[in-house]
């Protein structure tokens, strides 16, 4: 079993910054394929970073591209989503994801689920 909790979101206008941070518990966190996945209000949970364990390649959806960088310490069981230039279609609750395995974009994908943390950018 896997347990994970996000923490950084806020507020923060556009062109803002914010880094959030996913603890994970248990063993063999560097075996897993880490996620950041983002729901707006009144919209289905779409998928935005990915990181995978060994190795450590990254994916990012077109639109977050240039502007977000997920990274992870595996020292620290500790997956980041540091997100530069934001903007109010930024806004959504941010939920971390891990899998066995390499990273992947599709939601269904991933076994363990963070709570969420709300982010919200004011224009």
């Known amino acids: 079993q896997v347990q994970l909790v996000e923490s950084g979101g806020g507020l923060v206008q556009a062109g803002g910054s914010l880094r959030l941070s996913c603890a994970a518990s248990?063993?063999?966190?560097?075996?897993?394929?880490m996620g950041w996945f983002r729901q707006a209000p009144g919209k289905e949970r779409e998928f935005a970073a990915a990181i995978s364990g060994i190795g450590g390649s990254t994916y990012y959806t077109d639109s977050v591209k240039g502007r977000f960088t997920i990274s992870r310490d595996n020292a620290k069981n500790t997956v980041y989503l540091q997100m530069n230039n934001l903007k109010p279609e930024d806004t959504a609750v941010y939920y971390c994801?891990?899998?066995?395995?390499?990273?992947?974009?599709?939601?269904?994908?991933?076994?363990?689920w963070g709570q969420g943390t709300q982010v919200t950018v004011s224009s």
């Open positions: 994801a891990a899998r066995s395995g390499i990273a992947s974009s599709v939601e269904r994908a991933y076994d363990y």
């Open positions: 248990g063993r063999s966190f560097s075996w897993y394929g």
